[in-house]
Structure formats: structure tokens, C-alpha cells
């Protein structure tokens, strides 16, 4: 097997990365991958939980695509084994013990939205029960004279976790060690992931230094900030975009992206040259966004639909027209006796603005409007008579429909 | 089943303990059992790595007689299973990995030894490998979910050695569960032991809770103070009695214990009641040694032995004979080309005190002799003709005999 010149390949494998340990490891993997012929072995570890992939989870699965097409080799961990245990301090309940039925049937699930990113043809993929299930104590005990204590309680979360005093349990100490070992029975050269898995990362090494293998080393990605521009992509954080999505859904959150998060997402989710991203980001930011929505839908949906999503939001949003999708919202007759309400309560009861002085902010800027010609509201008091159906706008983006029961 | 009133019980129980926790629930384990006839289950856990017996062994074994006297059942556990998986850290090169048959050879030895102290015929015996070796790993993670990080700390040597950052391997934080784990599988009532494992027999309680059983308690023995008077009894420590010594080793050994620890040695390793144990105490301290030599020595020898080991010690040490087992120490002729040696030096290098300070001082007090005669030596520097055979005295139970090479 022949493999593109190693330089070309540090390029690809290090592009948008936070982290490679040990770094000057990489460049001597990969000269002796393309001396031997071998491809490397590049390690991805899944929970099947059952979870709806978003943005935030496919950075490290491009970088896994990026080694695929490099002429690398996929492996595809499904933490079966740990899945049907859950969680058994029973701490917490939303982690509950699942039946080999229901993990079988999310790690199908989830192989099947990862095969949106990964080509899952040219992948093995393992499941640790494999392994795991057949373990007696004796070598579990084995395995955990491995790692120390206080070794383990230099991970971050543990570390943290332990200084505030809330309980770490025995056998979450045994999780990360069960990570490790499947690097051992793999053989990994290379795990990808997060920086906040270094520790497991590091252990895997001296497990496979202990069984004379040769050491994997581990590409992190950085974490994905959300469509909030603040926090890391999260589904209950409501700043996220799923890879299920629609493409006209996928559009109008990339449209409302806040300017200073679009170099990230082109560099960690996109193909595009960095020089090409520069000179995008030069330009307008409505435009870069439009680029990077057809890019992040077209990966997920066609071309055509990415580009008819764009062009939707640039007629119905952008330039102002008429949205097709209104969200509507109701209000009950019974609070409002009068059939009418003051402009500031009504923006406040249809939850247009979180806070009444956000509301009266809003009108007197004279962004509050009535109705598809959008009438400016003038007055924060301003009586509005309430009709089924009126339509009411904070601002450009948000707008909704009156119902009333 | 029926059983001595329980007041009488609690007494024989309490006898030389040094704690039993919850204190409290003895009385209502002892009622109950008295109520429904059935015998409270006394486990006692040993570790079959190959040792020989000595008296500190005995005290928790004692007080398992005076249960089974009582009427309760002695469940003996034999921690085959980490014998089998020894200390796989690697540090301690003396604790090897021993293979199966070595582990169960070290076991029926350690039963025969135990024999001495227990009557096996009414105990039961129990491989803790009979439950860990079918114990898968999903198992062992919920087991491993009922303790944290912070509790295993809070274990003495544990905690010692997290602030001494001296390693605690993950391993040895399972070995407190799985000895806790054979308290459920035996269903035990009451744990013997010392009180270093308090923490242990706590979280025995913590599973058995967890698996809706009665509660253990543990009876807790002191520590025996070796024959120095000063520190634990212990092999390395050399100042330990083994329960193979003969009756006169035996003898001899507790003729020269410190005056002050032999209310405990009374206490732990003989029957006689209290108030006679008072009475002795308050009498000559050698006639009380006898007695105790008496009683130990008759404990796992004859009456008969046991009551000539006295006879002889009194004939050939106490009363100042000579003793018919006098040790050779070895000097070589080269050393001393003249033939002769310095009464100093010479004590000094039969070892018979540690300093020739010691020496001359001893000298000066008259308490250096030669011969079967115990002629005093009156000088420091008198010259002493090297012969084979000649006995040397420093004071009047450490001797010798030289032997020229």
C-alpha cells in the first residue's frame, strides 16, 4: 500500500487539532507506515447509549474520515460492554442499565449516523464485550496493578472531582483502564478524541508498553463551541445542531452563528483549503456563513438541497420576506380579559424577550413589529389588540404566530 | 441448639479484646441466637501464602475456640484466590505469584497449623475462589460500585500511604471488597481480626446491607507484643514463639519475657480465669513465667513436656547450671596470632554484647565468666588463651561456646 508523501499527511492530520501526545511520535508512525506498507491503525471508541450525533461529535469522526482517506485503517470501538452495565452506583438515573437488546440496537443506530462521516465500509469495528465478557478476576486484578491511585486521581475530571469531595466511585476508576485495554487488543497507533481524555489516552500507552506492543499516541480534537458562540456543543444546552437535521433547519442556526465561532466550524467542519477559509472570512460574514451552510448541509444532505436551503433563508429571513415556518405560540383568552394587552407584555407573554425591559428596549429601538408589513411598535404601552393569528417580531430572526385557546 | 446464658457468653467474648464494633449489637446477636437456637456463623479469614505460626498468630484463633465452645460455628475462609493471583504489581518480589497447587499445599499446612488452635472437625472451610473465579467483569464493576475513592482512603495504611505519596495500587483497593464479599457469600455474623481491619469488616457490613442480610460485627483482637516487650510479635522481628517450637524453646523463650507484658500474654493465649491471673501476677515474677511457660508450652505440647521443659530450664538456666544446648560460634585462627584475646574483645567477637563498651561495663559488674566453673573475668584487658571449646558467660542466660576454624 502506498500512502501520500508524510508531509502532505502531518498536514491533513494536524489540521485543526488542539493536541497530538506525543507529538514527535507522529512524523516516525508515519515514515514507518509508509516504509512498511502498513496502514495505521486509528482507534475511535463509542458509548452506545443511544444518542442523536451533532456537529460537536463528528470533529474527531472527520479527522478519523481525513486518516481514511489518507490510506489509513478505521477501527470502531463499541463500548458494549460498559453499556450494559450502566452505571451501577445507581447515582444516576438517567444512565440506567440497558438490556443487550437496546445496546445492540443504539450501537446499530449509531453506526448508522456515523456512516454519514466515516466510511464505514473500509472500518472493522469491534465491540469490547468481546473481550471483556470473557476477563476473569485474575487478570482484572492484573490489569488494575497496573495504575496507582494517585495516578488516577491526576485526571481532570476525577482530580476535580475529588478536591470538591463528591464521590468517585471504585469502579469508574476500572472504566478508563478498560478504555486503555482496548488499544491493547486492537493494536492502535493512533486514538482520536478529546483533550479531556489524555489521561485514558496515556494509560492505554503504558498498557501496551506492558504487553510489548508498540504505543499508540492520540490526536485531540478541540471541543466544538455551540450556536451560541459560548459553550460546548451540547444537545441539552439547546445549542446544537444535529447531523439529522434538515438542511433548511442546519441553514438557518448556521445563519445565526455569531461571527467570531465561523473560523472553527469551516477549520473543523468543513474541507476547505485554510487558505480558501481566509479569504472567505475576509469577506462579508452573511456571505461566509451562506458558504459554510452549503458546505456543513451539503455534507449531510445533496448539494442542490444545501444551496435551495440558502436560498430560502436568504428569501424568507435574510432579506426580510416572509418566513414559511412561523412557530406559533399560544396564549389563553382567559388571561387577557380586556382582548387587548400592553405592546411590552405581549412581547413578554409570547416569550419574545426574557425580561419586560428587554421588551421595552426593544420598542424603543423600534424593533418590535406587527403583522406580515411589520408596523413598528411605537409605544412600550401601546394597546395591541389581540387577533388569531397576528404576527409579532422581535427583531429580524425571531417573529411568531398568535394562537389563541 | 441451646448455649450458655448470654451474660456468661459476652463475658468469655469480651475477654482480651481490644473492640467490637457496633458494640452494642453483640448482645442482641446473642439474644437471637439464643431465642431461635442457631449458632452465630465466626469467620475467619487466613491467606495461604506459607507461614509458620506463632503465638500473635493465635489470638483471634483463641477467641474462635471460645466461640465454638459457646456453640457457635467456625467458618474458616481460605483467601485461595488472591493467593493465586499474588501481588501483580511486581514490587514485592517476596509475595511471587503461586501456582495452584502450591497455593492449596500452603493451605492444608496452614489448616494443620490452625488445628492446633481450632477444632477443624466442627469447622467449615471455604475457598474464596469457589465465588471469585465464576465472578464476571460486570459483576465486579457493580461490586466495585459500592465503595468510593474517599472510603478506601480513609483505610489506615491506605491513607498513610496517600500522604506519604507511596503508591496504592488499583488492585489493592478490590482486596478490601472481595474480603468483604466472602462475608456475604458465608453469611457471617461476626469477623475476627485485628483492629487494622476495621475498615474492611465495615464495608462487609456495607454489602451484606446491600444484599439485605444480617450485619457482621467484628470482634477485634490486640496485637501481641513480641517477646522484646517491645514491638509486635513478628518473624522478621525475632522475637516471636512459633506454635512447632518444642515445649522447651517455648519455655525458655517465656522465661525471659519483660515482667510487663505478661498480664497480656496471661490474658491472650492462656484459659486461666481473671481473678487467678491476678493472683499469679501478684506473686514472683518468675514463678508466674513458669506458670505461663506451663500453660503455652502445655497448649501445644504435653502436660508432661510442658511440665519438664520448666524442670529443665530451672536445673540448667535458673538455677544457674549448665545448659545442656550451649550455641558454637565460630573464630578464625588467623585472626588472632597469638592465641589470645582480650577479655573485651573477645565478648565483643563471640557477639555476646553488641558494644565493648557494653563489654567492659559488664566486666566491671562481674557478670562476664568463663568456663563450666563461671570463673569472672576481672579485667578488661586480661588475655584469655583461645581454646576449642571454651564456654564464655555474659551474665547468666547469654552464652556460648567457641569453636576454632
Not at 507506515?33 to 469522526?61: C, E, F, N, W
Not at 460574514?285 to 438541497?305: D, F, N, R, V
Amino acid at each position: 500500500m502506498t500512502f501520500p508523501p508524510v508531509e502532505e499527511q502531518l498536514e491533513v492530520i494536524c489540521r485543526g487539532v488542539e493536541k497530538i501526545v506525543p507529538e514527535e511520535e507522529l512524523r516516525k508512525k508515519l515514515e514507518k507506515s509508509a516504509a512498511t506498507g502498513q496502514p495505521l491503525r486509528i482507534k475511535y471508541g463509542i458509548d452506545p447509549t443511544g444518542i442523536d450525533l451533532h456537529l460537536g461529535h463528528t470533529v474527531p469522526m472527520r479527522k478519523m474520515r481525513q486518516f481514511q482517506e489518507l490510506g489509513h485503517q478505521a477501527v470502531i470501538i463499541i463500548g458494549n460492554y460498559t453499556a450494559l452495565v450502566g452505571d451501577p452506583s445507581g447515582r444516576d438515573e438517567t444512565r440506567a442499565r440497558l438490556t443487550a437488546e437496546q445496546v445492540e440496537a443504539n450501537a446499530q443506530d449509531y453506526l448508522k449516523q456515523v456512516a454519514k462521516v466515516i466510511d464505514m465500509d473500509a472500518a472493522e469495528v469491534h465491540r469490547n464485550g468481546d473481550w471483556f465478557a470473557k476477563m476473569d478476576f485474575a487478570r482484572i486484578l492484573e490489569l488494575c496493578s497496573k495504575v496507582t491511585v494517585a495516578q488516577l486521581l491526576t485526571r481532570d475530571d476525577f482530580s476535580k472531582r475529588f478536591k470538591n469531595e463528591h464521590a468517585i466511585y471504585l469502579h469508574e476508576c476500572l472504566y478508563p483502564l478498560m478504555q486503555g485495554w482496548d488499544s491493547v487488543e486492537i493494536k492502535a497507533d493512533i486514538e482520536l478524541g478529546g483533550t479531556e481524555q489524555l489521561y485514558t489516552f496515556m494509560l492505554a500507552r503504558d498498557l501496551q508498553k506492558d504487553q510489548g506492543l508498540p504505543l499508540q499516541l492520540s490526536v485531540m480534537s478541540p471541543i466544538l463551541v455551540g450556536t451560541d458562540g459560548v459553550r460546548r456543543m451540547g444537545k441539552s444546552l439547546g445549542n446544537y445542531i444535529g447531523i439529522s437535521e434538515s438542511a433548511y433547519d442546519m441553514t438557518k442556526k448556521l445563519m445565526q452563528l455569531p461571527d467570531e465561532v465561523m473560523q472553527s466550524y469551516f477549520e473543523l467542519l468543513t474541507d476547505l483549503p485554510i487558505e480558501e477559509i481566509q479569504k472567505i472570512l475576509a469577506g462579508h460574514p452573511k456571505i461566509a456563513k451562506q458558504t459554510l451552510a452549503k458546505c456543513i448541509a451539503g455534507e449531510y444532505h445533496s448539494e442542490q438541497e444545501a444551496n435551495e436551503s440558502v436560498e430560502r433563508w436568504e428569501r424568507e429571513i435574510g432579506a426580510g420576506g416572509l418566513p414559511s415556518d412561523i412557530p406559533e405560540v399560544t396564549l389563553e383568552k382567559s388571561s387577557y380579559p380586556e382582548e387587548s394587552v400592553a405592546a411590552v407584555d405581549l412581547l413578554f407573554d409570547l416569550k419574545l424577550v426574557k425580561t419586560k425591559s428587554d421588551g421595552r428596549r426593544l420598542i424603543q429601538q423600534g424593533g418590535a413589529k406587527l403583522g406580515e408589513e411589520k408596523t413598528a411598535i411605537g409605544d412600550i404601552n401601546q394597546s395591541i389588540e389581540l387577533v388569531e393569528g397576528l404576527i409579532v417580531w422581535a427583531g429580524k430572526k425571531k417573529f411568531c404566530r398568535v394562537v389563541l385557546k
